[in-house]
T-cell receptor
Framework: NAGVTQTPKFQVLKTGQSMTLQCAQD?????MYWYRQDPGMGLRLIYY???????DKGEVPNGYNVSRLNKREFSLRLESAAPSQTSVYFC???????????FGNGTRLTVT | DQQVKQNSPSLSVQEGRISILNCDYT??????FLWYKKYPAEGPTFLIS?????DKNEDGRFTVFLNKSAKHLSLHIVPSQPGDSAVYFC?????????????FGTGTRLTIIP
């Protein structure tokens, strides 16, 4: 998964705490996505960004905010973490139309 | 509403035999399909894709078949190898979805038995 870096790899939060998941890519891709993976639910889209400065909601955006201040970085913020947000979070990027996604290695988040 | 379904959460196959992973979709607007493979603690990696204008695409040991009338696609791995043990996700998208938001299935865990 060279080219897409997610930080942190692991995080434990208490209910109500906030944190930001970072994603950075060096492939000059326009599109970036945040997904969460939960058992039995597959990968579900939280937010995506078609280009710098634009973001749109995905399938499960509630409880999250995102920021795409430049082409390289796309951050996901949890303002007030809830146990339901315990999940593995993946950042993707995509180049040209219909090209495969490039994934980060994921952030495993536990909210107690 | 699960638009992309992988009804088998797990599958075990003997090494050297064929592995067949299935995926069904409900939205007729999907026109492009992809398979991803995921090892534990890693992000998914792209395997193979197919456009709706085709019914088969082959890449080495991997072949994807698409049956549009049945809204069904399958991934065949021949011969199966121990390194193929992983979780496999199918995904679908289409021009209709604008920014190409992928819709993923729930995954099938494939175990290759030596």
């Amino acid at each position: 998964n060279a080219g897409v870096t997610q930080t942190p790899k692991f995080q434990v939060l208490k209910t109500g705490q906030s944190m930001t998941l970072q994603c950075a890519q060096d492939m000059n891709h326009n599109s970036m996505y945040w997904y969460r993976q939960d058992p039995g639910m597959g990968l579900r889209l939280i937010y995506y960004s078609a280009s710098e400065g634009t973001t749109d909601k995905g399938e499960v955006p509630n409880g999250y905010n995102v920021s795409r201040l430049n082409k390289r970085e796309f951050s996901l913020r949890l303002e007030s973490a809830a146990p339901s947000q315990t999940s593995v979070y993946f950042c993707f990027t995509q180049g040209r139309y219909h090209s495969p996604l490039h994934f980060g290695n994921g952030t495993r988040l536990t909210v107690t | 509403d699960q638009q992309v379904k992988q009804n088998s959460p797990s599958l075990s196959v003997q090494e050297g035999r064929i592995s067949i992973l299935n995926c069904d979709y409900t939205n007729s607007m999907f026109d492009y399909f992809l398979w991803y493979k995921k090892y534990p603690a890693e992000g998914p990696t792209f395997l193979i894709s197919i456009s709706s204008i085709k019914d088969k695409n082959e890449d080495g040991r991997f072949t994807v078949f698409l049956n549009k009338s049945a809204k069904h696609l399958s991934l065949h791995i021949v011969p199966s190898q121990p390194g193929d043990s992983a979780v496999y996700f199918c995904a679908a998208t289409g021009v209709f979805f604008g920014n190409e938001k992928l819709t993923f299935g729930t995954g099938t865990r494939l175990t290759i038995i030596p």
